[in-house]
């Protein structure tokens, strides 16, 4: 009979608070390619571990992650290597420089820290909401890619479970400063009122919904939405009485806007140096506020160094979001204590998963004893034989084959192991001693 194999999960990935802005660019994945990266991961630690893994990964601006699963023998070092390896390869990177900014977290590590990125405590902005639509859309998506199997499914059925339980039972995003809100805060130390300047945003998306609806209550003079759909611009922009334009009308417009907030999914950057020093020119100087919450970035970063551009990137925003924590700190606890009971509920479910293989065999094999000494009871029966001396005999043939196999062990295993035998079998039998 053979003995199960225990499930092995490894959370490997890089953050802001492991990776620059600069290497995390370069390792995110675009959204349209996930599920491709999904099916590639899975073929790459098949034929690097040895084992059928189970794949999730998570792109978005602040983290990179790979989830995985496996009943493999792989050690988690040589494992957390192998999807180095794999992110490495992917993006064609030297593997030396991306290692040394990835963690690997292992086992009920791995399922803490997927329970606390969906609950918003791994994030720049503590209990900022969006990484949880962001988790959802990623399952979605390496589900469709054939990337999901018993174990990953339900860790993450049981993560989104316990950020919902997390945001509604606790005051973990009461106090938030979201990005889009610290943008407004930042172009308010840039210009006196937003009032008297014109906004741009550039971009349809979910980050750029939230930075419209903070900097629209600002009231500011003109509000424009730029993307390469004019209709989804549109639709944006009506939300807030403004207008849209096509993105290619970029370099003719850019200069009549004070504030510019982009984040996109393009893989490249959209606004280069060249373009924004014409527009500072045409604008004789007025300073321009930009914010790039887009990775990779929109924003090529040496438009940075012009004198009269204030640029601010995901990561300059993280001082500004973080204020006000020490408010917080109540309410991290009581979000952590929850998190750690329900990883321990799951990791108790996993260990119970683990004996299912084993228990089916043992059905299968009690089976094929009882069908044995049944069909050898049928038989004495068309000859003939006594009816109870039938099932005297069926009933001692079945206890003889059943209690075979741990008589066995028991007499052929020596010293701390027949002992630790001996200590188990009234467990398994019920008896009493």
Same mark, same amino acid.
């Given at each position: 009979?053979?003995?199960?194999?225990?499930?092995?999960?490894?959370?490997?990935?890089?953050?802001?608070?492991?990776?620059?802005?600069?290497?995390?660019? =370069?390792?995110?994945?675009?959204?349209?390619?996930?599920?491709?990266?999904?099916?590639?991961?899975?073929?790459?630690?098949?034929?690097?571990?040895?084992?059928?893994?189970?794949?999730?990964?998570?792109?978005?601006?602040?983290?990179?992650?790979?989830?995985?699963?496996?009943?493999?023998?792989?050690?988690?070092?040589?494992?957390?290597?192998?999807?180095?390896?794999?992110?490495?390869?992917?993006?064609?990177?030297?593997?030396?420089?991306?290692?040394?900014?990835?963690?690997?977290?292992?086992?009920?590590?791995?399922?803490?820290?997927?329970?606390?990125?969906?609950?918003?405590?791994?994030?720049?902005?503590?209990?900022?909401?969006?990484?949880?639509? %962001?988790? =959802?859309?990623?399952?979605?998506?390496?589900?469709?890619?054939?990337?999901?199997?018993?174990?990953?499914?339900?860790?993450?059925?049981?993560?989104?479970?316990?950020? =919902?339980?997390?945001?509604?039972? !606790?005051?973990?995003?009461?106090?938030?400063?979201?990005?889009?809100?610290?943008?407004?805060?930042?172009?308010?130390?840039?210009?006196?009122?937003?009032?008297? %300047?014109?906004?741009?945003?550039?971009?349809?998306?979910?980050?750029?919904?939230?930075?419209? *609806?903070?900097?629209?209550?600002?009231?500011?003079?003109?509000? *424009?939405?730029?993307?390469?759909?004019?209709?989804?611009?549109?639709?944006?922009?009506?939300?807030?009485?403004?207008?849209?334009?096509?993105? /290619?009308?970029?370099?003719?417009?850019?200069?009549?806007?004070?504030?510019?907030?982009?984040?996109?999914?393009?893989?490249?950057?959209?606004?280069?140096?060249?373009?924004?020093?014409?527009?500072?020119?045409?604008?004789?100087?007025?300073?321009?506020?930009?914010?790039?919450?887009?990775?990779?970035?929109?924003?090529?970063?040496?438009?940075?160094?012009?004198?009269?551009?204030?640029?601010? !990137?995901?990561?300059?925003?993280?001082?500004?979001?973080?204020?006000?924590?020490?408010?917080?700190?109540?309410?991290?606890?009581?979000?952590?204590?929850?998190?750690? !009971?329900?990883? %321990?509920?799951?990791?108790?479910?996993?260990?119970?998963? /683990?004996?299912?293989?084993?228990?089916?065999?043992?059905?299968?094999?009690?089976?094929?004893?009882?069908?044995?000494?049944?069909?050898?009871? =049928?038989?004495?029966?068309?000859?003939?034989?006594?009816?109870?001396?039938?099932?005297?005999?069926?009933?001692?043939?079945?206890?003889?084959?059943?209690?075979?196999?741990?008589?066995?062990?028991?007499?052929?295993?020596?010293?701390?192991?027949?002992?630790?035998?001996?200590?188990?079998?009234?467990?398994?039998?019920?008896?009493?001693?």
């Amino acid at each position: 009979m053979t003995c199960p194999t225990e499930m092995q999960f490894l959370a490997v990935g890089l953050n802001h608070t492991t990776a620059p802005l600069s290497l995390r660019e =370069k390792v995110a994945f675009p959204a349209d390619q996930l599920g491709q990266a999904v099916a590639s991961a899975r073929a790459w630690l098949g034929g690097h571990t040895a084992a059928d893994e189970e794949t999730a990964i998570l792109s978005t601006c602040n983290r990179t992650e790979l989830y995985a699963a496996s009943h493999g023998a792989a050690g988690v070092e040589a494992a957390s290597d192998a999807v180095a390896h794999f992110l490495a390869e992917y993006h064609r990177l030297p593997f030396g420089e991306l290692r040394p900014h990835l963690y690997a977290l292992p086992q009920d590590s791995a399922v803490r820290h997927a329970f606390r990125v969906a609950s918003g405590l791994d994030s720049m902005v503590l209990g900022e909401p969006q990484i949880l639509g %962001q988790m =959802k859309d990623a399952v979605r998506q390496a589900e469709a890619a054939g990337g999901l199997g018993t174990y990953l499914h339900q860790m993450f059925q049981r993560t989104f479970a316990v950020a =919902k339980e997390v945001r509604s039972t !606790t005051a973990i995003g009461a106090h938030s400063v979201s990005m889009a809100a610290a943008a407004v805060r930042l172009s308010q130390r840039i210009f006196d009122s937003i009032a008297e %300047q014109h906004v741009l945003f550039i971009g349809a998306g979910e980050m750029i919904e939230l930075c419209a *609806t903070h900097f629209a209550a600002q009231n500011p003079k003109s509000l *424009t939405v730029a993307n390469r759909t004019l209709e989804r611009g549109e639709q944006l922009a009506h939300r807030f009485s403004g207008r849209a334009i096509r993105l /290619a009308d970029l370099p003719d417009q850019l200069a009549k806007f004070d504030v510019v907030v982009s984040s996109t999914a393009s893989s490249l950057p959209i606004i280069g140096l060249g373009l924004v020093e014409r527009a500072i020119k045409a604008r004789r100087h007025k300073p321009m506020f930009m914010v790039d919450l887009a990775v990779p970035r929109d924003i090529e970063a040496e438009v940075g160094r012009l004198d009269d551009v204030f640029l601010y !990137t995901v990561d300059d925003l993280a001082s500004v979001v973080q204020t006000g924590m020490e408010n917080r700190q109540a309410a991290i606890a009581q979000a952590e204590a929850i998190i750690e !009971t329900r990883v %321990q509920s799951f990791m108790h479910w996993v260990d119970s998963r /683990a004996v299912v293989p084993l228990i089916q065999e043992l059905h299968e094999t009690s089976e094929a004893m009882r069908l044995a000494e049944l069909e050898r009871a =049928k038989k004495l029966l068309a000859k003939g034989e006594n009816i109870d001396a039938v099932l005297e005999a069926l009933s001692k043939g079945l206890t003889a084959k059943f209690l075979h196999g741990p008589q066995q062990a028991l007499h052929d295993a020596q010293g701390d192991e027949r002992a630790r035998l001996a200590a188990l079998l009234p467990h398994l039998f019920r008896t009493k001693r």
